[in-house]
């Protein structure tokens, strides 16, 4: 149980275009889900917050605009890179929690390469 | 304010060898405690977790203890295997909230 999938794995896309990141529980209501980016190299770095039907909460210094964040329905979290730059690619994790909170569970990554 | 602070890498060690990742955290609240690995192009694996002071996580063959005197949670493994190659990272929830903080991982590279 408590799975979590992302499409699609890797997307390369051309400089000023925008692509949509999916984010899905498969198997449980994910009342919060969570976007890090991840450097190469590097440490998870938390995006933003998600709540099923409210807007998103960014964290200082992520870019609302550019890293649009729907949570539609408890199962569905979408990211979209708006106007991509070769500076944001990087490999994109997401997380959801359950109605009850607690443990994160993490999905498997969407490595994303702008040219 | 909340924080993860893990040894840095990369460890490399042969195989068999015994295996510390130390790990500290900050003592405000009582947070969760985690291990999580990640292998080369995948995302994070949950390795194990505990949720309060004396409580021991494990799996395959790792344990960590969360220590609550001493704000410690290091990951142990008796005997590693060249399949453990891989980075680890140790991770927290944050006071009132979902978020997790996460340090910043340690690579362990194991030699055959």
């Known amino acids: 149980g408590a799975v979590v999938s992302q499409h699609p794995s890797r997307v390369i896309c051309k400089s000023g275009t925008s692509v949509k990141i999916e984010c899905r529980s498969l198997d449980f209501q994910a009342t919060t889900m969570f976007w890090y980016r991840q450097f190469p190299k590097q440490s998870l770095m938390l995006m933003a917050t998600s709540n099923e039907g409210s807007k998103a909460t960014y964290e200082q210094g992520v870019e609302k605009d550019k890293f649009l964040i729907n949570h539609a329905s408890l199962t569905l979290s979408t990211l979209t890179v708006t106007s991509a730059h070769p500076e944001d690619s990087s490999f994109y994790i997401c997380?959801?929690?359950?109605?009850?909170?607690?443990?994160?569970?993490f999905g498997p990554g969407t490595r994303l390469t702008v040219t | 304010g909340d924080s993860v602070t893990q040894m840095e890498g990369p460890v490399t060690l042969s195989e068999e060898a015994f295996l510390t990742i130390n790990c500290t955290y900050t003592a405000t609240g009582y947070p969760s405690l985690f291990w999580y690995v990640q292998y080369p192009g995948e995302g994070l694996q949950l390795l194990l977790k505990a949720t309060k002071a004396d409580d021991k996580g494990s799996n395959k063959g790792f344990e960590a203890t969360y220590r609550k005197e001493t704000t410690s949670f290091h990951l142990e493994k008796g005997s590693v295997q060249v399949s453990d190659s891989a980075v680890y990272f140790c991770?927290?929830?944050?006071?009132?909230?979902?978020?997790?903080?996460f340090g910043t991982g340690t690579r362990l590279k194991v030699l055959a």
């Open positions: 997380s959801a929690t359950g109605p009850r909170g607690g443990e994160q569970y």
């Open positions: 991770a927290r929830t944050t006071s009132g909230t979902y978020k997790y903080i």
